[in-house]
T-cell receptor, first 113, second 113 residues
């Protein structure tokens, strides 16, 4: 079975500091996509970053970057210079070749002023 | 552009009642999805539609039906609501299946008494 695990239900970070959210997944496929989505209190789901498994280079998007370790099936999200607006639930997601997206249970991030 | 819209935003049902959740997108996307979000479980796929005229079951389809009315609209129907269907429901769309970014609606909060 394909699964996505986020082992940190809650995390906190001081404003302007760096935080890393963990994600691991399980699949037998070799070609797939990985995503991090952000869900603020408004409940709107917002794409943060996307990684294609065939690309060895880690994706970056402004203050957000990933550490993609394909052999270890690990896909962590690093947020640099954390801002109050980064406080949200973060979901790691994995898209299979069968066009289904599997989401992890989420990590709730708090930013401390 | 409105993106993905969902109606209603909030609904209370009694056990056994039926209702239809509406979803529409104005991005000319081919693929549309219905998810439910429960605490601690992330998002789980109920049904998806890869293109107009096709629908497929996701992870948790029991108790639901869907209709892809046209390219823009994808509705989710609960024929006989149960308390276990109390959840937040999200509709999403993407330009095509196969690892494209999904765009989410604002969600519908459903309470079944």
């Amino acid at each position: 079975a394909q699964t996505v695990t986020q082992s940190q239900p809650e995390m906190s970070v001081q404003e302007a500091e760096t935080v890393t959210l963990s994600c691991t997944y399980d699949t037998s496929e070799s070609d797939y996509y990985l995503f991090w989505y952000k869900q603020p209190p408004s409940r709107q789901m917002i794409l943060v970053i996307r990684q294609e498994a065939y690309k060895q280079q880690n994706a970056t998007e402004n203050r957000f970057s990933v550490n993609f370790q394909k052999a270890a099936k690990s896909f962590s999200l690093k947020i640099s210079d954390s801002q109050l607006g980064d406080a949200a639930m973060y979901f790691c997601a994995f898209e299979t070749s069968y066009d289904k997206v599997i989401f992890g249970p989420g990590t709730s991030l708090s930013v401390i002023p | 552009n409105a993106g993905v819209t969902q109606t209603p935003k909030f609904q209370v049902l009694k056990t056994g009642q039926s209702m239809t959740l509406q979803c529409a997108q104005d991005m000319n996307h081919n693929s549309m999805y219905w998810y439910r979000q429960d605490p601690g479980m992330g998002l789980r796929l109920i049904y998806y539609s890869a293109s107009e005229g096709t629908t497929d079951k996701g992870e948790v389809p029991n108790g639901y039906n869907v209709s892809r009315l046209n390219k823009r609209e994808f509705s989710l129907r609960l024929e006989s609501a149960a308390p276990s269907q109390t959840s937040v429901y999200f509709c999403a769309s993407s330009s095509r299946t196969g690892r494209e970014t999904q765009y989410f609606g604002p969600g519908t909060r459903l309470l079944v008494l």
